[in-house]
């Protein structure tokens, strides 16, 4: 009980954060016709996006890092959806950021993770030392996809009102068409991230039953600041990864 009311306080202290760090533009009325609402309401979208690529991509990472304390064969087909957002991501990034079809292809692999969670006992005891760091990650990663829910909606409506504004000017196409796909991909975002939320706290969950196991002492949850912005999450990632 008590650690699902410290992961519950943590999400809701994070989409407090979000709101400081993500929704400062979105109290504007972006519905009006200013090149400068357009430029601030693109600006948002884009640091979101980059924002929940760089969460995304290490929730990923986090859960490659556990596929690796199971036997191959338990988690085969966790391991072909990871292959398969890798390609995804070497083959289609050419802006560097996320798209839909690799946020939802990132909901399935923690999703299949989370199917394992009945059978955390079969992990192998000598790969069990990555555990620290994944627990680490996911930890991170809760916390970041919990910020990005609560603003990817808005968001996305922010974009399309703004976009809606470019219509009558011919010369504004490409910049509409561009907002309206973003908005698009945020659309998803705010669907598949709370998915993601639920599977990575179940994942977490065996990691923790894992490291009690095996005797391994796990950091402390860390605060909301630590993911309050991509250069604090970064710092606090490589940190991780060291």
Same mark, same amino acid.
């Given at each position: 009980?008590?650690?699902?009311?410290s992961?519950?306080?943590l999400?809701?202290?994070?989409?407090?954060c979000? %709101?400081?760090?993500?929704?400062?533009? $979105?109290?504007k009325?972006?519905?009006?016709?200013? %090149?400068?609402?357009v430029?601030?309401?693109?600006?948002?979208?884009q640091? $979101?996006?980059?924002?929940?690529?760089?969460?995304t991509?290490?929730g990923? !990472?986090?859960?490659?890092?556990?596929?690796?304390?199971f036997?191959?064969?338990?988690?085969? /087909?966790? *391991?072909?959806?990871?292959?398969?957002?890798? &390609?995804l991501k070497?083959? /289609?990034?050419? =802006?560097q950021?996320?798209? @839909? &079809?690799?946020?939802?292809?990132?909901s399935?692999? @923690? *999703? &299949?993770?989370?199917?394992l969670d %009945?059978?955390?006992q079969?992990?192998? #005891?000598?790969?069990?030392a990555?555990?620290?760091?994944? =627990?680490a990650?996911? +930890?991170?990663v !809760?916390?970041?996809?919990?910020? *990005?829910?609560?603003?990817?909606?808005?968001?996305?409506?922010a974009?399309?009102?703004? +976009?809606?504004?470019?219509?009558?000017d011919?010369?504004q196409?490409?910049?509409?068409?561009?907002?309206?796909d973003?908005? @698009? $991909?945020?659309?998803?975002?705010?669907?598949?991230?709370? #998915?993601?939320?639920?599977?990575?706290?179940?994942v977490?969950?065996?990691t923790?039953r894992?490291?009690?196991?095996?005797k391994?002492?796990l950091?402390?949850?860390p605060?909301?600041?630590?993911?309050?912005? #991509?250069? %604090?999450?970064?710092?606090?990632? /490589?940190?991780?990864?060291?």
């Amino acid at each position: 009980m008590t650690k699902t009311v410290s992961v519950g306080l943590l999400l809701c202290l994070g989409t407090i954060c979000a %709101s400081a760090q993500f929704g400062g533009l $979105l109290k504007k009325n972006f519905g009006t016709k200013g %090149s400068s609402d357009v430029t601030a309401v693109m600006s948002q979208g884009q640091g $979101l996006i980059s924002y929940v690529t760089m969460a995304t991509d290490n929730g990923v !990472i986090a859960v490659e890092g556990l596929m690796s304390v199971f036997p191959p064969e338990k988690v085969q /087909k966790v *391991a072909d959806l990871a292959a398969k957002y890798n &390609e995804l991501k070497k083959a /289609k990034r050419s =802006d560097q950021n996320i798209d @839909a &079809e690799s946020v939802m292809l990132a909901s399935q692999i @923690a *999703a &299949e993770m989370a199917q394992l969670d %009945s059978e955390w006992q079969t992990h192998v #005891k000598e790969q069990s030392a990555t555990i620290r760091k994944t =627990d680490a990650r996911l +930890a991170l990663v !809760i916390l970041a996809d919990g910020m *990005a829910a609560t603003k990817a909606p808005e968001t996305a409506q922010a974009m399309q009102s703004a +976009a809606q504004d470019l219509k009558s000017d011919p010369t504004q196409v490409p910049k509409m068409k561009r907002m309206l796909d973003m908005a @698009a $991909l945020l659309a998803t975002v705010g669907k598949e991230i709370p #998915k993601q939320v639920n599977s990575f706290r179940t994942v977490r969950g065996m990691t923790k039953r894992i490291a009690e196991a095996e005797k391994i002492q796990l950091a402390a949850d860390p605060s909301p600041d630590k993911v309050k912005d #991509k250069t %604090s999450y970064e710092s606090t990632d /490589k940190a991780i990864a060291e």
